[in-house]
């Protein structure tokens, strides 16, 4: 199946399907939380500057990221006083560099940071709010991976498969090409973690003595918040280590015989995977 992507360049995709996933994350919290008892506006305010803090986050990776071509940038304006053929203007630069990519992960560590610091000043419990956000993360960033893919950015290898994307009018993508549908299939992906998280957060609530968020001491049947997030992060990291060998776009860097993403997959594997496995062996959450 060949899909063809065209007269896409006026859609707003991130802005839509952006707004998308957050609506839907919305209205899976006010279903959970129904479920646990949690309080629906601490969750909400929280799960707003998580968002925030993600948005920040992956911003401020992104652009540390290309600090080895802002530099080259900059030299050359110092030089020549003009960038590139002089059709661009400082200011424009500057414009389309906050315009421009989001880093993902970045948006995970930002999003985590907030969420930690905002449950610290209020005294919300920290093990409650990880437990029912958490998998609004692969919801919402599915809709994003669908904006990606309307949009053209972050796109796949060349393809001669069965499934692939031909863009006739795209900014990011190679024109007229046939490429692997990489952000559908992370999108898939993510979906599938969605469904997954939701599953072992309804398990808990029908593990008797179990109370919301936290094992009974001793047992190892349920999961606590902590463990739901690292739970999450560890599946992402799989997906998308595999991912990114099947993805085009070069931007995203490289370094040895991995992209930036998948050394970042690796560290999260690094820490995540012993963390967890003493968290259950003990019992207990291991705080992060």
């Known amino acids: 199946m060949k899909v063809i992507l065209d007269n896409i360049e006026n859609i707003p995709a991130y802005g839509i399907l952006g707004t998308a996933g957050v609506i839907c994350g919305i209205v899976y919290l006010w279903v959970i939380t129904r479920k646990t008892g949690v309080d629906f506006n601490d969750v909400i305010y929280v799960y707003v500057w998580s968002a925030i803090g993600a948005m920040v986050g992956a911003k401020l990776l992104y652009i540390l990221l290309e600090?080895?071509?802002?530099?080259?940038?900059?030299?050359?304006?110092?030089?020549?006083?003009?960038?590139?053929?002089?059709?661009?203007?400082?200011?424009?630069?500057?414009?389309?560099?906050?315009?421009?990519?989001?880093?993902?992960?970045?948006?995970?560590?930002?999003?985590?940071?907030?969420?930690?610091?905002?449950?610290?000043?209020?005294?919300?419990?920290?093990?409650?709010?990880?437990?029912?956000?958490?998998?609004?993360?692969?919801?919402?960033?599915?809709?994003?991976?669908?904006?990606?893919?309307?949009?053209?950015?972050?796109?796949?290898?060349?393809?001669?498969?069965?499934?692939?994307?031909?863009?006739?009018?795209?900014?990011?993508?190679?024109?007229?090409?046939?490429?692997?549908?990489?952000q559908l299939v992370e999108a898939a992906g993510d979906i599938v973690i969605f469904i997954i998280l939701v599953y072992i957060i309804?398990?808990?609530?029908?593990?008797?003595?179990?109370?919301?968020?936290?094992?009974?001491?001793?047992?190892?049947?349920?999961?606590?918040?902590h463990e739901v997030l690292y739970i999450y992060l560890l599946m992402y990291a799989v997906l998308r280590f595999v991912l990114e060998f099947l993805r085009g776009d070069a931007v995203r860097g490289h370094w040895l015989f991995f992209s930036t993403s998948q050394w970042i997959c690796i560290l999260v594997l690094m820490y995540v995977i012993p963390v967890l496995l003493k968290s259950r062996k003990a019992g207990k959450a291991v705080s992060c």
């Open 67 to 182: 600090i080895p071509h802002i530099t080259g940038v900059l030299r050359q304006y110092i030089a020549l006083g003009s960038i590139g053929d002089g059709s661009i203007t400082i200011k424009d630069y500057a414009v389309g560099l906050l315009r421009g990519g989001f880093v993902f992960y970045g948006g995970v560590f930002g999003g985590l940071l907030s969420l930690v610091l905002v449950c610290r000043y209020f005294r919300y419990d920290r093990d409650s709010m990880f437990m029912v956000i958490t998998p609004a993360l692969p919801l919402a960033h599915a809709f994003g991976r669908v904006g990606c893919t309307v949009a053209g950015c972050c796109y796949g290898i060349e393809t001669d498969g069965i499934i692939s994307i031909v863009y006739h009018n795209s900014r990011y993508a190679p024109v007229g090409v046939r490429l692997f549908p990489v």
């Open 202 to 225: 309804l398990r808990n609530l029908n593990i008797k003595n179990v109370a919301f968020g936290y094992k009974k001491s001793g047992s190892h049947v349920g999961f606590s918040g």
